[in-house]
């Protein structure tokens, strides 16, 4: 596609309730990155994918978070049993490679009630 | 670890002012510096990206410089709009190329 594509925009859910957020990165791109960022604060980094390579996951706040990508493509964020403190939006970025030009998505905004 | 400081937090300018965005950083061993803005309620858009071997990079308006063994960067813009106004992230990426690590943004505002 022409850009970062991210599903859904926006996400209601109940708290104890698993969601599921999807990231379809620029066609080509091997890097692929999952960031959060709560109101009022920067850019806090989640996990990082790089080809084939076993993804980066320091910045996961809890064993309720985990992300998979598949085919070296499509990436989702599943994120189990979720809290209010997960309320964020939640951003992801590809690159041509690592260290190259990070491109964003436009991010999935999560609201846990 | 890594950190990244974005001096000031806000900035309010006249429309047609020259004005400077701060970025310094704590580790020096980065492999490239990355500048973003983001207007309100919308995702990243990628303004200018120095590798570690270069000094400056230009788009437009925009000038950015790196002076690595300082850890500092700055973002130049000049006759500043108000289609200016936005949050302008700073973002470094370490030695083995790895994920990118964010300055918590400046605020700018251009009044007419």
């Known amino acids: 596609g022409a850009g970062v594509s991210q599903s859904p925009s926006n996400k209601v859910t109940e708290k104890g309730k698993d969601v599921e957020l999807r990231c379809d990165p620029i066609?080509?791109?091997?890097?692929l990155y999952w960031y959060r960022q709560s109101l009022g604060q920067g850019l806090e980094f989640l996990i990082y994918?790089?080809?084939?390579?076993?993804?980066?996951k320091s910045g996961l706040p809890s064993d309720r978070f985990s992300a998979e990508r598949t085919g070296g493509s499509v990436s989702t964020l599943t994120i189990q049993r979720t809290q209010q403190e997960d309320s964020a939006v939640y951003l992801c970025?590809?690159?041509?490679?690592?260290?190259?030009?990070?491109?964003f998505g436009q991010g999935t905004r999560l609201t846990v009630v | 670890k890594q950190e990244v400081t974005q001096i000031p937090a806000a900035l309010s300018v006249p429309e047609g002012e020259n004005l400077v965005l701060n970025c310094s950083f704590t580790?020096?061993?980065?492999?490239?510096l990355q500048w973003f803005r983001q207007d309100p309620g919308k995702g990243l858009t990628s303004l200018l990206l120095?590798?570690?071997?270069?000094r400056e990079q230009t788009s437009g308006r925009l000038n950015a410089s790196l002076d690595k063994s300082s850890g500092r960067s700055t973002l130049y813009i000049a006759a500043s709009q108000p289609g200016d106004s936005a949050t302008y992230l700073c973002?470094?990426?370490?030695?083995?190329?790895?994920?990118?690590?964010f300055g918590k943004g400046t605020t700018l505002s251009v009044s007419s």
């Open positions: 970025a590809s690159s041509y490679s690592r260290g190259d030009e990070a491109f």
């Open positions: 120095i590798q570690s071997s270069q």
């Open positions: 994918f790089q080809g084939n390579s076993a993804p980066d």
């Open positions: 973002a470094v990426s370490g030695q083995a190329g790895t994920a990118l690590i």
């Open positions: 066609s080509g791109h091997t890097a």
């Open positions: 580790d020096s061993a980065i492999y490239n």
